[in-house]
């Protein structure tokens, strides 16, 4: 499954190969498993109502291996011969590498698909009927909130209970703030995947940005179609850029906490880190209306990433400056 894993992943492909061999499959099958079902959520060829269908479907195969495989052959068709494609026809055997799984690793990895993947549901259910030109929009921070949870701060939810079940099983931690600190870096992520592409999710008709924050400053999710409402849309976004990188950093936190005798988990929590509040640099200094391409930073400023963080462990003092190094210089 490694080529598949590389070829629908750029860069937590890398985060991935650095985790140490008691993890790595778990959490790879996971990923895949979710990115297949988002797959399936995201093509817009097929109708929302057969999409949402199977998307259920696939749950009920998740979380019971009796259960048959939904057919994904209308899915095959529309993503021609894309990564996607290669995805969604290894999903049976993904799901077979499911079920012989430890019984506890078994249901980790159960639990988390499941809340993605209703995730993925909510998610249609809210934007999928939409034609692009009407917007419709999350409600309030709290919408935001769970959603964030749902798609992403569970995943770090399972990371912990992974990696603290096969890594690190008799350190003595504190498990709730663990956990919580690994949720927010969950949501971390995704929030600034929502930063990042709001202007390609307004001209599909979705807004993640809630309407009532909007509503503060007078604004409407449609006014975010139009560029010259960057100055009074600028606190709004300046809010959610501040609330991404404090969840960041509490993935920082999280990072830090884990022993140092860890050092494939430790580096490999501190890469998407870094690669993000990176990003969320980049963000605050452009009006994100004007739309082009998403911003990313460059192969090779993720490659000083992952130098400068080998290259640190060792010394605590620099290891700590890496974060700083990441968002401000």
């Known amino acids: 499954m490694g080529d598949v894993l590389q070829s629908v992943s750029r860069s937590f492909y890398l985060t991935l190969r650095a985790l140490p061999a008691a993890v790595r499959p778990q959490i790879s099958l996971a990923y895949l498993a979710a990115r297949a079902a988002d797959t399936v959520a995201d093509t817009d060829l097929v109708p929302v109502e057969r999409r949402l269908e199977v998307l259920q479907a696939l749950r009920n195969r998740i979380r019971h291996c009796s259960e048959p495989m939904p057919n994904l052959s209308e899915f095959l068709t529309s993503s021609g011969q894309s990564p996607e494609r290669?995805?969604?026809?290894?999903?049976?055997?993904?799901?077979?590498?499911?079920?012989?799984?430890?019984?506890?690793?078994?249901?980790?990895?159960?639990?988390?698909?499941?809340?993605?993947?209703?995730?993925?549901?909510?998610?249609?259910?809210?934007?999928?009927?939409?034609?692009?030109?009407?917007?419709?929009?999350?409600?309030?921070?709290?919408?935001?909130?769970?959603?964030?949870?749902?798609?992403?701060?569970?995943?770090?939810?399972?990371?912990?209970?992974?990696?603290?079940?096969?890594?690190?099983?008799?350190?003595?931690?504190?498990?709730?703030?663990?956990?919580?600190?690994?949720?927010?870096?969950?949501?971390?992520?995704?929030?600034?995947?929502?930063?990042?592409?709001?202007?390609?999710?307004?001209?599909?008709?979705?807004?993640?940005?809630?309407?009532?924050?909007?509503?503060t400053l007078g604004l409407s999710p449609e006014d975010l179609r139009n560029p010259a409402s960057y100055s009074r849309f600028r606190p709004v976004y300046r809010h959610f850029l501040v609330l991404a990188e404090e969840h960041l950093r509490a993935g920082w936190f999280y990072t830090n906490r884990i022993p140092w005798r860890c050092l494939r988990v430790r580096l490999a929590c501190s890469w998407p880190v870094l690669i993000g509040l990176r990003t969320l640099h980049e963000l605050g200094r452009r009006n994100i209306l004007v739309g082009g391409p998403s911003v990313k930073i460059s192969r090779g400023e993720v490659r000083l990433i992952l130098l400068r963080s080998v290259i640190s462990y060792p010394l605590p003092s620099a290891w700590r400056s890496l974060a700083r190094f990441a968002n401000l210089e």
């Open 86 to 215: 290669r995805l969604l026809t290894s999903l049976e055997d993904i799901l077979c590498w499911l079920d012989r799984l430890p019984h506890d690793d078994q249901k980790r990895v159960r639990q988390v698909l499941d809340m993605i993947a209703s995730g993925q549901c909510i998610d249609l259910q809210r934007f999928g009927h939409g034609d692009g030109v009407q917007l419709s929009s999350l409600a309030d921070d709290e919408e935001l909130d769970d959603y964030t949870y749902r798609v992403a701060g569970c995943v770090g939810e399972f990371w912990t209970k992974m990696c603290r079940a096969h890594v690190f099983p008799r350190v003595v931690l504190d498990d709730a703030v663990l956990l919580a600190e690994g949720i927010r870096y969950g949501k971390g992520l995704q929030l600034i995947n929502i930063l990042r592409d709001l202007p390609q999710d307004l001209q599909r008709g979705r807004c993640y940005l809630p309407k009532k924050r909007l509503a």
